[in-house]
């Protein structure tokens, strides 16, 4: 019995200084209820703002990639992958150009996923 209690105190002691959360947000300056109004033909540049100003102590490694509106979209940073030390904020830029032959009024959705990336510091995200 002693040793089942053990290895829960262990259990528990790792989990309690063990920092593996890794957390940052993602805004836009435009959503559903404030919608970027274009015109046919024409160009814009915007940008998605990460953040890692979440609760935690550590940098963070994301990685980033269109998953909707590429007829219309494209990251302009060649690579997609940033560091975004603890505390910082940091615009990925995005460039926009909606077709000359667009109707006006139709709309495009431009999305995009930003997930945790390896790193290859020592203390990278887990």
Known sequence: MKRYLFLIVICFLLLFFVDF???FAVSTLYSDNYPLEMLPGESKE???LLSN???GDSDVVIKSDLVGGNEIAQLI???TVYNIPNGRELEVPVR???PSNA???HEY???AIFRPS???AAGGNI
């Open 109 to 111: 959705k431009v999305s």
């Open 103 to 105: 109707e006006v009024g």
């Open 118 to 120: 390896n790193s290859n």
């Open 46 to 48: 915007t940008f998605f």
């Open 96 to 98: 926009l150009h909606i």
């Open 77 to 79: 940073d060649l690579s």
């Open 53 to 55: 100003v979440v609760e």
């Open 21 to 23: 959360v890794s957390a």
